[in-house]
């Protein structure tokens, strides 16, 4: 099979999220604004180089002859979210995109009341399906299928349903009204395709396994492929991971071992042997509570069962992609670059008269390349090389220690829409305060208490971005260090947006998550963050913690934004080294 023909579109869900709330509804309507078109668009918190459309409500991609595509839930008459359909957007290198007419849209019975989320796999022959799930006129979730008018096009722009949608209909087993967002397929060494399907029973939230010979007549699995008790599944997604070989090995291990970043593709799965050396990962969205996790562990094709690694929690504790405002993220196999990237979605943090008045709502996070760490006990993310072209005027600042309450700001650049790299050496690690347990089952409660203006041992110590001169308004990303009972050591990583602005309907909490790196052993910690006007998305230790937060600042707008580095700790910490670039404004959704 060509390498242009084995990748996955992606596309991700959009959601509705309330401006005070903690728990979020998804797919809220509102009737008498989903409709209003923009009279203008307001660019003042708009994002330079996150993806976003011109306009209106938005809310992932494909590699296809040469081009990256991305298909998007869209709304084109308003900032709400309602008259969803498939929006679509190219790019050669995930930067620069240019926008094309919608992909698909409500045309049909069996879609008529919205086009929802949905996957798309490369068949054998070449030819792209897309699978997304409709509404029908019994206010059923079914799922559909759809092609490519014309192969020849590399554009994709036109696609056709054919009349024997839907392919798969809600049985009576399931819940048809909570049935919904189809994966990737996958061929098995059986000879027929699988895809899981999200669902819920009370609460128990369920991938729902089905087969196909000819990818046209699909059949239920006599039993779910995986569920847990966390409330409703969203936008599953299943993918194979390469592992590190162990040292010591023969060549063709060795040689693996070099190689354990690269993607795999589901298409691999064909080959029995390669379905045994690899790793699966189930990521799901929980739909009370608007996060994501993740297991890693092992699936048998033979009986269809995955079984997540026993270090894994398989409840809505478990390991995140993003412990911020990341939600119904998707993954696809990038063959050009050999390399897996997933991608995400986050909504507005503020009210729906806001979006409406500013004329836009919703952002993808920066593609992020994934892959499973060496030793195995998570994924870790880095935005995709791509990005560093972007990088346009630099500063550094070397071996400068910041003792405790000190801070200096870093100046020669505009920081509101920059990238930050920088790593912070730790003095002395015996003044860290000593963990309570408890606290690891709520990482975001424990920052929300201990935030960046609580001084500590270790820590508080990290950036104050999007600030204001008088640093009245300000977000701070930073890390804190605590010291465990067996005197390991525990990191703690927050994104805290609490005077990121002083309107007080904006939903601005705290994100936090535990870094699972040995601070011992090297006493050093390293730190990225992208800033863009009103997005803030950090990676902690290389990325094995990441978090995305929405900011909304009054003043520290433009050219009155400003950057910190800051330390509240007993223990001085020093910058071993910080590069800061400003970033480029790409061409981004130019009509073609």
Same mark, same amino acid.
């Given at each position: 099979?060509?390498?242009?023909? !084995?990748?996955?579109?992606?596309? +991700?869900?959009?959601? &509705?999220?309330?401006?005070?709330?903690?728990?979020?509804?998804?797919?809220?309507?509102?009737?008498?604004?989903?409709?209003?078109?923009?009279?203008?668009?307001?660019?003042?918190?708009?994002?330079?180089?996150?993806? &976003?459309?011109?306009?209106?409500?938005?809310?992932?991609?494909?590699?296809?002859?040469?081009?990256?595509?991305?298909?998007? &839930?869209?709304?084109?008459?308003?900032?709400?979210?309602?008259?969803?359909?498939?929006?679509?957007?190219?790019?050669?290198?995930?930067?620069?995109?240019?926008?094309?007419?919608?992909?698909?849209?409500?045309?049909?019975?069996?879609?008529?009341?919205?086009?929802?989320?949905?996957?798309?796999?490369?068949?054998?022959?070449?030819?792209?399906?897309?699978?997304?799930?409709?509404?029908?006129?019994?206010?059923? &979730?079914?799922?559909?299928?759809?092609?490519?008018?014309?192969?020849?096009?590399?554009?994709?722009?036109?696609?056709?349903?054919?009349?024997?949608?839907?392919?798969?209909?809600?049985?009576?087993?399931?819940?048809?009204?909570?049935?919904?967002?189809?994966?990737?397929?996958?061929?098995?060494?059986?000879?027929?395709?699988?895809?899981?399907?999200?669902?819920?029973?009370?609460?128990?939230?369920?991938?729902?396994?089905?087969?196909?010979?000819?990818?046209?007549?699909?059949?239920?699995?006599?039993?779910?492929?995986?569920?847990?008790?966390?409330?409703?599944?969203?936008?599953?997604?299943?993918?194979?991971?390469? +592992?590190?070989?162990?040292?010591?090995?023969?060549?063709?291990?060795? !040689?693996?071992?070099?190689?354990?970043?690269?993607?795999?593709?589901?298409?691999?799965? !064909?080959?029995?042997?390669?379905?045994?050396?690899?790793?699966?990962?189930?990521?799901?969205?929980?739909?009370?509570?608007?996060?994501?996790?993740?297991?890693?562990g092992r699936y048998d094709h033979a009986t269809d069962r995955y079984v997540p690694d026993a270090a894994f929690q398989d409840n809505d504790f478990g390991l995140r992609y993003d412990y911020g405002d990341f939600y119904a993220s998707k993954s696809f196999y990038d063959p050009a670059k050999s390399r897996r990237i997933v991608w995400g979605w986050a909504n507005e943090s503020d009210t729906v008269p806001d979006d409406r008045q500013k004329g836009w709502a919703g952002i993808q996070a920066i593609p992020r390349k994934l892959w499973l760490s060496p030793d195995g006990k998570q994924l870790v993310q880095w935005p995709v090389e791509e990005v560093e072209t972007l990088r346009g005027k630099h500063v550094n600042v070397s071996d400068k220690v910041i003792k405790n309450g000190n801070y200096f700001e870093v100046t020669g650049f505009k920081p509101v829409q920059s990238d930050v790299e920088l790593a912070f050496a730790i003095k002395d690690l015996s003044k860290a305060e000593k963990f309570d347990p408890s606290w690891r089952t709520d990482a975001q409660a424990l920052c929300k208490k201990l935030g960046s203006d609580v001084k500590g041992g270790v820590g508080p110590f990290g950036l104050w971005v999007l600030a204001s001169g008088d640093l009245k308004e300000r977000t701070a990303v930073f890390f804190r260090v605590f010291k465990s009972n067996d005197s390991s050591h525990v990191v703690l990583m927050c994104n805290d947006p609490t005077r990121s602005s002083y309107e007080s309907k904006i939903y601005r909490p705290t994100f936090a998550g535990f870094v699972d790196v040995d601070i011992a052993k090297n006493k050093q910690i390293a730190l990225r963050t992208l800033i863009d006007h009103s997005v803030v998305e950090s990676f902690g230790a290389r990325g094995k913690t990441c978090i995305l937060t929405r900011v909304y600042p009054r003043k520290a707008i433009g050219d009155d934004a400003h950057l910190f580095v800051f330390n509240n700790g007993d223990s001085d910490v020093k910058i071993t080294n910080l590069d800061a670039w400003e970033m480029k404004t790409p061409k981004m959704n130019t009509q073609q």
């Open positions: 099979m060509a390498a242009a023909a !084995r990748t996955a579109l992606v596309l +991700v869900a959009l959601l &509705q999220m309330t401006a005070v709330a903690v728990v979020r509804a998804s797919h809220v309507v509102y009737p008498e604004l989903q409709s209003l078109e923009a009279k203008q668009v307001d660019g003042t918190l708009r994002t330079g180089y996150h993806f &976003q459309p011109p306009k209106h409500w938005i809310n992932g991609p494909m590699y296809y002859k040469g081009l990256y595509h991305l298909f998007y &839930q869209y709304n084109p008459k308003g900032a709400v979210w309602g008259n969803i359909v498939w929006a679509h957007s190219v790019s050669t290198d995930l930067i620069d995109w240019t926008a094309l007419e919608p992909g698909i849209y409500p045309s049909k019975t069996f879609d008529v009341k919205g086009c929802w989320s949905g996957s798309a796999t490369v068949l054998p022959s070449g030819v792209p399906a897309i699978m997304y799930t409709g509404i029908d006129p019994d206010e059923r &979730q079914v799922q559909n299928v759809a092609y490519p008018v014309n192969l020849s096009d590399p554009y994709l722009r036109e696609w056709y349903k054919p009349d024997y949608n839907p392919i798969i209909d809600p049985d009576s087993g399931i819940n048809a009204s909570a049935f919904r967002d189809p994966t990737t397929a996958w061929y098995g060494p059986d000879g027929h395709w699988r895809l899981l399907v999200g669902s819920k029973v009370g609460m128990k939230g369920l991938a729902v396994l089905y087969r196909s010979r000819d990818f046209r007549n699909w059949v239920k699995a006599h039993h779910p492929f995986h569920s847990a008790q966390t409330g409703m599944w969203e936008c599953p997604d299943f993918f194979p991971v390469a +592992v590190a070989a162990e040292e010591g090995g023969s060549s063709g291990q060795n !040689r693996r071992r070099h190689h354990y970043r690269r993607g795999v593709d589901t298409a691999a799965l !064909r080959d029995a042997a390669v379905a045994e050396e690899v790793k699966y990962v189930l990521k799901v969205s929980l739909d009370l509570t608007r996060y994501e996790y993740y297991t890693v």
